[in-house]
């Protein structure tokens, strides 16, 4: 029986750098969810409809443990969302 080491983190992210940090760790070989939304937005001549992500601020990543903190070498990152003294996560 093996025991699952990784698990899918909260992170934290500088304002409006989400899907660029979702990009790179992406391409750094973690696996990245930035759930998007389609959302209606006026501008003083036009409507339009743009993708915007449905947490702003906030992306998941699937990380083994020994790994999670390899994410901040990313410029964007700020810290992990955290629940009871640690990482939010969940498997």
Known sequence: MSIETTSWYVLYTKARNGEKVADG???A?????CPLQKVR???SDQMKII???LFK??????AEEAKRN???NLPGTVRYRFRL?????GS
Do not use: D, N
């Open 25 to 27: 760790l992406s391409g």
């Open 29 to 33: 070989g973690y696996k990245v969810c």
């Open 41 to 43: 937005r006026q501008w």
């Open 51 to 53: 993708e915007e992500p």
């Open 57 to 62: 601020g906030y992306l998941f990543t699937h």
């Open 70 to 72: 390899e994410v901040f």
């Open 85 to 89: 003294i640690r990482p939010a996560s």
